[in-house]
């Protein structure tokens, strides 16, 4: 592992959710995964290559038959990627008993369906996820770090603020709380709902507030803004990620690009998870049937924002789904909608899943990639989605911090 002031940052910020390798990974001893085809996370591709695992890193690349370990892994016959990243889930969303969105349930039922949805969510290729977030995913990172439960690397918020936290000062004292109770992220709302009209919610002066007490912290800030003036603030704020961005126009997609500041649109997985299971979420808190109209009305706007996106030179957008309730495990589905539908091409689709969002989670020296002294995320696929990006979805192994936690051969599935 590089030692640099960054990594020691990035390891003081997240504790053992990166920066120890678990005595679960340890105990997989030296691994060759013997290869034929790797993507690996930057839109290059390696051919023929051993890559050599150890104590939960990737040691060295080498050609083909050479590499040296305890046992050897074949995946010839699959195509290789850096495990996937999905920077907004809400890991601890789900259906109560009565099939409806559980609202209020106790810590204890929220947290074994977080650990539920991160498993669904582990089998299908993603080893890191960013839960944007409630109090149950902290000790439920803190499992998953410890290696005694099987799921993905989380980093959380734990909760968010809003209009409703305060002014400036409430603001900064509410980052300062989120911090010290060791929250990696902080979560805010800067506009309303997509439902309720995507409409600012915060003024410049509590962005500012906001976004400046987490960088004061070392803490990134990704706010919740669907709109062009709430979007700006944001980013004139200095906060990290804007998340949704469904009704940006092209100028403020330039002005995101302009400062550095990431974008995460969400435009299918949320809206046709909501459509599948509307009658699991009507009539519960906002979900009106006015609010799953407004929801189908933005459908397109999102697809035309996301559309212009990718014509911005310059401009940061990583793979986020939103996933909620009914969705965990499903987040693949939005690689392949903006593929199919959005006209991002494979290898960008894959990168904004891997080494970007490594980057816009402050990183990218340690996920994303498959490089020496990266650590050992990895999943294979049945068929090359470089060329058919729904072969993401047929996942046949995953390997966590060197720790193969999923091996299946054709048809079996995860």
Known sequence: ?????????????????????????????????????????????????????????????????????????????????????????????????DGRLARGSDMEVRVLHAAENAYAMLLAGFTTVQSLGGREDGPLAAALARGTLPGPRILTSLGSVSANTGGPDELRLAVRDFAARGAHVIKIFGSESIRTGGAPTLSQAQLDAACGEAAALGLRAVVHAHGNESARRASRAGCTTIEHGALLDRETLEFLADRGTFYDPNIHLIFQNYFDNEARYLGIGG???????????????????????????????????????GAHGRNAEELIYRVREGGQSPLDALTSATSLAAESLALEDEIGLIRPGWMADIIAVEGDPTETIEAIQDVRFVMKSGRVVQRSGPGEGP
Not at 34 to 50: E, P
């Open 287 to 325: 979900y009106t049937q006015e609010g799953f109209d407004q929801m189908r009305a933005a459908v397109p706007r999102a697809l035309e924002a996301f559309r212009a996106a990718l014509t911005v030179p310059g401009l940061k957008t990583v793979f986020g789904t939103d996933a909620v309730a």
């Open 1 to 97: 592992m590089k030692t640099t002031r960054r990594t020691v940052a990035v390891c003081a910020a997240i504790g053992l959710l990166l920066c120890s390798s678990t005595g679960a990974a340890a105990q997989e001893g030296t691994v060759v995964l013997r290869t034929s085809k790797v993507v690996d996370g930057t839109g290059q591709l390696l051919v023929d290559r051993d890559i050599v695992v150890r104590d939960g890193r990737i040691a060295e690349i080498v050609a083909a038959g050479e590499g040296v370990g305890d046992r050897v892994e074949d995946l010839r016959d699959m195509t290789v990627l850096p495990g996937l990243i999905d920077t907004h889930v809400h890991a601890g969303w789900h259906f109560d008993a």
